[in-house]
């Protein structure tokens, strides 16, 4: 069984790699630096990065980066994969040190998602000092934080994500664009760590490769403070604060330079996986969180 500890990084696309810095910076409350080979880290704890931004003609999400333990944890994740009849791709050392790290496996889902499997980030500890002023966001062992992703071949998808990959499910919702609307699966999933899930797949395609991604900070202030700098740069809502049912999240979401939401968020749960139990939640949010107003502000940007 594969065994990924944890959502480590992420790699985007821009066309203007400034637009990520400024976002970045003045937005979220986080450092950037020049990557080897070109593009941009944005950094949010005492690694390097934990987001890698490229410049390319379209904005999207290019991939997900899952952290294994140890150099014999990635052999074991390489044979499972060629046992299984998997393609994939060792990452050449260009590569291997954009990413910094060991070793890269790159394989993809049967949606097409893109996932970077690696052992052995390379960190020069260096202390992480906001340009905002921002405390620290929860990272550690539970990663960056979480991603959703466009799974429009589901059922195929899943089994993937939990047989080849070794996920497991956290909660489920199925989405209705109307009461007699014909559902659509989300699934959320864990990994080795006991955030409430470091990785979510949604039955329907998404242009900008990515629901959304999200990151959290240690105090309701901050998620304030940061709401509060999104409006003074201008950057476009795509959910108002809310509180989600599921892993209790206290967050909003706006749009990032790449097309893909962010969500800034609080309190997310951290589960004892012995003693928690699946269930299908069936509202969204406890209070709050009204997506309606990022559909609002894309119609009037058209």
Not at 60 to 89: C, I, K, M, N, P
Not at 238 to 267: I, R, W
Not at 272 to 281: G, I, M, P, R
Request: charged share 20%; net charge negative.
């Amino acid at each position: 069984m594969i065994d990924i500890r944890e959502l480590g990084y992420f790699v985007a696309q821009a066309e203007n790699l400034d637009d990520w810095q400024q976002y970045a910076e003045q937005v979220l409350g986080m450092m950037t630096s020049a990557a080897p080979g070109g593009g941009l880290y944005v950094k949010m704890d005492e690694r390097p990065f934990r987001m890698l931004v490229v410049e390319g003609p379209d904005s999207r999400y290019l991939a997900s980066g899952w952290g294994l333990a140890s150099e014999d944890a990635f052999a074991t994740a390489t044979a499972e994969l060629d046992q299984r009849g998997v393609a994939w791709e060792a990452g050449d050392a260009a590569l291997c040190n954009q990413r910094g790290v060991q070793a890269l496996a790159v394989l993809k889902d049967p949606s097409g998602n893109r996932h970077e499997l690696y052992w052995g980030h390379r960190s020069d500890c260096q202390p992480f000092v906001s340009p905002q002023g921002v405390p620290r966001f929860v990272t550690g062992n539970m990663g960056l934080g979480h991603t959703v992703l466009p799974a429009p071949n589901f059922d195929e998808t899943r089994a993937f994500l939990q047989d080849v990959l070794g996920f497991s499910l956290s909660d489920s919702f199925n989405h209705r664009s109307a009461p007699d609307a014909e559902p659509l699966r989300i699934h959320f999933m864990h990994c080795n760590n006991p955030r409430h899930h470091s990785l979510a797949i949604a039955e329907f395609p998404v242009p900008s490769g990515c629901v959304h991604v999200m990151v959290e900070v240690d105090s309701m202030t901050e998620v304030g403070r940061a709401h509060d700098r999104h409006q003074d740069q201008g950057v476009q809502l795509s959910a108002t604060l809310g509180q989600h049912l599921n892993d209790q999240m206290t967050s909003f979401y706006m749009k990032t330079p790449s097309g893909f939401d962010l969500e800034y968020g609080y309190g997310g749960l951290q589960l004892d996986w012995e003693a928690h139990s699946a269930f299908e939640f069936t509202r969204v949010s406890l209070w709050g969180h009204d997506f309606s107003v990022g559909q609002q502000q894309g119609a009037n940007n058209e």
